[in-house]
């Protein structure tokens, strides 16, 4: 929806004026939004952008009424149709949540209940709100939970209504969410980073259910985001957040094509998706091309690998099937894969939720069994490695996951989480282990102020950057990336794929990156392995596969990659 010049205030689904927001913390009270001014209109489309604290998500938080304990409005006031939200009583909010205000958020296990069939989550919400739902018999609301599994995307929806959180993928816990959104039929849907965990042709079908849901409902969609390619396909206005104020406003042409101001710049830069169609072939651009370092010799090294010559990790037809509950057979995650990786180069494997990419990584890894075929590091065979044989080998291969605060003890301090290899392995004396620590806050640009902290006290970038740090504790030749920059905003992520470079260049490092953006496989990678339902189905050179792909699957993909419109 393109707003009309002649649209006036009064208009507005939600009118945001003067929104001031301060949080009472130790050392006081501090203001994070300073005079927000917002209004959305019924069917339209806004997306607010901006890096980590830059109070995107709490605007959506003030409009709903759930900013945390020490936050208050303190300034300003929020509208919904008029009706005045600031000072609103909570039974008075609750009524309007759901019903009025739907809300997609980010993270879906802490917003899952672990120990309810995610049906009986969804059919929660439509019982908490039988003002929305005419017909509330058990038949009637199993078959809405139904309906609104298949409207997210979740395929076989009757049966998997009846699985736990645990037993879906990361994008299909995301998907859920997007379901108990959606429950209630709300004028205005706040989408808070809900793709973000999502492959790009999952989030494409995501995406497009929510436009039908506007165009035929005329349902505002308030969206965040730090994928400003994401915001130029799916949003009819951008608005640039930085520090608790808008910078900048506009279109979508506006804003990718002529920004005002610098810090809309930097982050249009940054943004992997957006470089990735803009910028076509790396050949001779260093800026996008991250880690390719030499690489006349890279390319010669991978060959090599490819001909299963000197590579470092070498996987021949693995296999793992896993047994379905209730007598249902077997599911096959992984199917005759075979691959070879060369010192010193990245290797992607990319692919929709649930290809099976993160149970090859965890073969890799040894945390899995395979039910056939072999990964060997080196000359070790990490299927039959057992007791000391296995414990070398992982001295020689180090993963990094996706979520560093799910992964990292919140009660150690930073310099025992990154000791811990080494305390665990015997490396060392106590003085050589602090002074390890300290070496290694250096090598991923960290004060060594930070070693007495704790991971709630740090960024999601900086706990990233310890994740990392701690990867590198014991020297490994290997490191394993399981999406490890996904949950990052763009500029933070941008530094996360720098330092990654950086330390391939200087130590030599071997990645297998595992991940369902393609953007950042353009920007990292020089060999890709495409994976659909468990096998390969196109692999090659990165320039390669996003030049001339092989494959209809992999064409898509590449097709879904957000931004690609603008730059055509």
Do not use: W
């Not at 759901?98 to 439509?126: F, H």
């Not at 096959?332 to 290809?355: K, L, Q, W």
């Not at 970038?461 to 905003?489: F, H, K």
């Not at 391939?504 to 990292?524: E, K, N, P």
Request: charged fraction near 25%; charge should be negative; glycine fraction near 8%.
């Amino acid at each position: 929806m393109q707003q009309d010049a002649n649209t006036n205030a009064t208009d507005a689904l939600v009118s945001v004026d003067g929104l001031t927001v301060a949080f009472t913390t130790d050392s006081g009270e501090t203001q994070v939004l300073h005079g927000i001014d917002l209004d959305i209109f019924p069917g339209e489309r806004v997306a607010i952008v901006g890096e980590s604290g830059s109070g995107k998500s709490t605007v959506a938080a003030a409009i709903m009424g759930l900013l945390a304990s020490n936050g208050r409005v303190s300034g300003g006031s929020i509208t919904l149709r008029g009706e005045e939200l600031t000072g609103a009583s909570e039974r008075d909010m609750r009524s309007i949540r759901g019903e009025q205000i739907g809300l997609v958020p980010q993270d879906p296990m802490s917003n899952l209940n672990p120990t309810m069939k995610v049906g009986a989550q969804i059919a929660d919400t439509i019982r908490a709100h039988p003002a929305s739902h005419g017909d509330l018999s058990r038949a009637s609301v199993k078959q809405r939970v139904t309906e609104l599994m298949s409207l997210a995307g979740i395929p076989d929806a009757e049966r998997r209504s009846r699985q736990y959180p645990h037993e879906f993928s990361g994008g299909m816990r995301q998907r859920v969410l997007i379901a108990i959104g959606l429950a209630c039929n709300p004028q205005l849907l706040i989408a808070d980073e809900p793709t973000s965990a999502l492959d790009v042709t999952v989030q494409r079908q995501i995406l497009d259910h929510l436009q039908t849901l506007i165009n035929a409902e005329g349902i505002a969609l308030l969206f965040i985001t730090h994928d400003l390619g994401l915001a130029a396909d799916r949003a009819d206005r951008v608005i640039v957040m930085r520090h608790g104020r808008i910078v900048e406003q506009g279109t979508p042409e506006q804003i990718l094509k002529d920004p005002r101001e610098e810090y809309t710049r930097r982050l249009l830069d940054a943004a992997p998706s957006l470089v990735a169609v803009r910028d076509g072939s790396r050949d001779g651009d260093d800026d996008a091309a991250k880690v390719l370092s030499e690489p006349e010799a890279v390319a010669g090294a991978a060959a090599g690998a490819a001909a299963g010559q000197d590579a470092l990790l070498r996987v021949r037809n693995l296999t793992k099937d896993y047994r379905i509950r209730g007598g249902g057979g077997t599911l096959r995650a992984v199917n005759d894969i075979s691959f070879d990786v060369a010192p010193g180069t990245t290797t992607a494997i990319v692919g929709e939720s649930g290809s099976g990419k993160t149970t090859l990584s965890r073969m890799v890894l040894g945390l899995e069994d395979p039910t056939s075929g072999t990964v060997h590091l080196g000359d070790e065979d990490i299927a039959a490695a057992k007791g000391a044989r296995m414990r070398a080998a992982r001295r020689r291969m180090q993963p990094v996951f996706q979520d560093p605060f799910g992964s990292l003890d919140p009660t150690y301090s930073i310099e025992r989480l990154i000791d811990e290899p080494l305390r665990i392995f015997g490396i060392g004396d106590r003085a050589s282990r602090r002074a390890r620590v300290a070496e290694l806050l250096d090598q991923v640009s960290l004060p060594r102020a930070v070693a007495q902290r704790r991971p709630a006290q740090l960024s999601g970038g900086q706990r990233q950057r310890v994740a990392i740090a701690r990867a590198l504790a014991i020297n490994p030749q290997l490191v394993v990336c399981d999406e490890a920059v996904s949950a990052l905003d763009v500029l933070v992520q941008d530094q996360i794929l720098d330092l990654l470079a950086e330390l391939q260049a200087d130590i030599g490092l071997t990645y297998l990156f595992i991940t369902h953006d393609l953007a950042v496989v353009r920007q990292i990678a020089h060999e890709v392995l495409v994976m659909k339902q468990g096998a390969v189905v196109e692999s090659g050179p990165v320039d390669t596969i996003f030049q001339t792909p092989e494959t209809e699957y992999t064409a898509q993909l590449l097709d879904s990659i957000p931004g690609a419109a603008f730059f055509a």
